[in-house]
């Protein structure tokens, strides 16, 4: 399968060999002394590491104004109405919002605890980033590729509950405290059942590493299909991680006005939305590699675009599940989660240790 790495590495070969040449060029003998080593294999990989970062970084940022974009123009679709329409296919209305926020005033509530109020917003842009980083797009093209990634990811994604609550309660503000505490309810009584269909990937792959369980599932079957059940809950606990439409509890414009994150403004509330955008695709990601196969697909396709396009898929099933749905109360959420969603994880793990036991996979 095509891999964007390989290219990349192609085309750093290519440059630094071409920086090699101009330097040789010159005749003079420590100049190319400098350019056989910049042709030398580690140089080589330390370029093409750094190039990976920096289009995983402007990746992320991308993502961000491809998924509200699309989330855009696709509920206008379903609701019947235009969409935006600012620039080509309305997605310049993105870059209007970010002017716009960018320059608002910032303003920290009187009695307010500043410090906290300051740090929970970037513990929660900071946790989103570090889950990106630990998605690869395929076998070679990743920031950190470690046995335990899934668990790496998992501790990471714990995060977002304490700074949701964190920001919620030193805003001092009634609004900020209840739609803090709903976060925190919310996500706690959906991301054990969301654990759980992680552990019955890796009892059924014997991997920890997304790498590991991609080539599984490209050497034998899409996960989804065995643990059905799994991919259902997972589907449905993501769209409550993400605190999304029927689950935005914890925003509840209607009543909270814009829950935990009501006193953020400026390029503040914008980083917040941009991160609520981020976990999303981080969701969608990990749906993708745990049940649809990640990047393995038809051979004359780069897998990073395969991935890509699996990925935003989920997300069109995310916007479709948010048009269709209207908000669910607080009991109906952890009664979801603790008596339906639970007892369905809890099946779906004892149907991927018998697979495993009876040698089927």
Not at 204 to 228: A, H, K, M, R, Y
Request: charged share 15%; glycine share 8%.
């Amino acid at each position: 399968m095509s891999n964007l790495y390989i290219e990349l590495t192609n085309f750093t070969e290519w440059l630094l060999g071409l920086v090699a040449s101009l330097l040789d060029w010159t005749k003079l003998g420590f100049l190319s002394d400098l350019g056989e080593w910049l042709q030398t294999a580690p140089v080589v990989d330390f370029v093409s590491t750094l190039l990976v970062a920096v289009i995983y970084l402007i990746t992320a940022m991308m993502f961000g104004l491809c998924f509200i974009w699309q989330e855009r123009k696709f509920l206008g679709r379903f609701m019947d109405r235009r969409g935006t329409q600012v620039g080509v296919l309305g997605f310049f209305q993105n870059f209007a919002d970010g002017i716009k926020v960018i320059l608002k005033e910032h303003i920290v509530p009187k009695d307010s605890d500043h410090r906290l109020f300051e740090v929970a917003i970037f513990v929660y842009l900071a946790s989103t980033f570090m889950l990106f980083g630990c998605i690869p797009f395929s076998d070679n093209f990743y920031v950190i590729d470690v046995n335990l990634a899934v668990l790496l990811g998992v501790a990471v994604f714990a995060f977002g509950p304490f700074s949701i609550l964190i920001g919620g309660w030193s805003s001092n503000n009634k609004y900020t405290l209840i739609g803090g505490m709903r976060a925190a309810a919310q996500l706690i009584a959906l991301e054990i059942p969301l654990l759980l269909c992680i552990v019955s990937v890796v009892v059924l792959t014997g991997d920890l590493s997304f790498v590991g369980i991609v080539t599984w599932q490209e050497q034998n079957i899409w996960l989804i299909v065995p643990l059905c059940i799994g991919a259902l809950t997972f589907f449905i606990a993501a769209i409550g991680e993400s605190e999304r439409i029927p689950f935005d509890l914890p925003e509840a414009e209607a009543e909270l006005v814009e829950g935990w994150a009501t006193e953020y403004g400026d390029i503040r509330w914008g980083l917040q939305m941009a991160s609520d955008y981020f976990r999303a695709y981080v969701l969608c990601g990990l749906f993708t590699m745990l049940f649809l196969g990640g990047w393995a697909g038809p051979e004359f396709i780069w897998a990073e675009a395969w991935y890509l396009a699996k990925t935003f898929i989920v997300f069109f099933f995310f916007i479709w599940v948010r048009a269709a749905s209207v908000r669910i109360r607080t009991d109906q959420i952890l009664r979801l989660g603790w008596r339906r969603l639970l007892p369905m994880a809890v099946i779906n793990l004892l149907i991927a240790v018998a697979l495993k036991v009876a040698g089927v996979f």
